[in-house]
């Protein structure tokens, strides 16, 4: 059976799987974190007004529209290959969701309720931590489980352009038509997807919950 073969090969190589596991998680790790630097406190400002909202949704919508691997490969050229341009392909993939999520969450809050706190006497910092932030926490959630479900999915294109991995394993399985080898990359890449949307859709339901 192929995956008790691919099993068997994950023991007998456990330093070179283990390797390549670490690295994937590396670049999915740094990328949503980078991705969540950028696309969260962007998204709170241009929720403030109705045309940068608008912008902003039609230009994370586009981006999301390009294939994976074309992002991959654009960043070639001016990069080159390594880690790094596959760390920025990767970020450009999940900045979108989040984006878009972010000014979701903060444009579905009901004004009255940002009323009622400015009337309450409190400021534009304590409404945004105390108010906006816990509110819109949810989408945000709903945002990073998107974004890490295609950056997992996206890493495995990453060892196209050197950025290593367990896409590596897939390449070498296509390569040399070796199905337990295809295996050992492919499965844990889709257990870790797969832990991704559990973990991340149970956070978001117990905080809408508590919300």
Do not use: Y
């Amino acid at each position: 059976m192929i995956v008790v073969e691919a099993f068997n090969w994950i023991l007998a190589h456990q330093t070179e799987f283990f390797s390549a596991f670490n690295r994937h998680l590396a670049l999915c790790l740094i990328s949503l974190a980078i991705a969540s630097a950028i696309a969260l406190p962007l998204g709170f400002w241009v929720a403030r007004s109705q045309k940068a909202s608008f912008v902003a949704i039609n230009i994370a919508g586009s981006l999301r529209s390009i294939p994976s691997l074309a992002i991959l490969a654009g960043t070639m050229p001016f990069l080159g290959i390594g880690l790094l341009p596959s760390v920025v392909a990767l970020v450009v993939l999940a900045v979108p969701p989040l984006l878009l999520n972010t000014v979701v969450g903060i444009r579905e809050i009901e004004p009255s309720i940002i009323d009622a706190a400015d009337g309450m006497g409190m400021g534009r910092r304590e409404i945004l931590w105390q108010v906006e932030l816990p509110l819109a926490v949810p989408s945000i959630i709903a945002g990073i489980r998107t974004g890490a479900i295609q950056v997992i999915g996206g890493a495995a294109l990453a060892s196209f352009i050197g950025g290593g991995g367990l896409g590596d394993f897939i390449n070498a399985g296509i390569a040399i038509m070796n199905m337990p080898r295809l295996v050992v990359g492919a499965l844990p890449i889709a257990l870790l997807a797969i832990f991704a949307e559990v973990f991340f859709g149970w956070l978001q339901r117990w905080l809408t919950q508590r919300r």
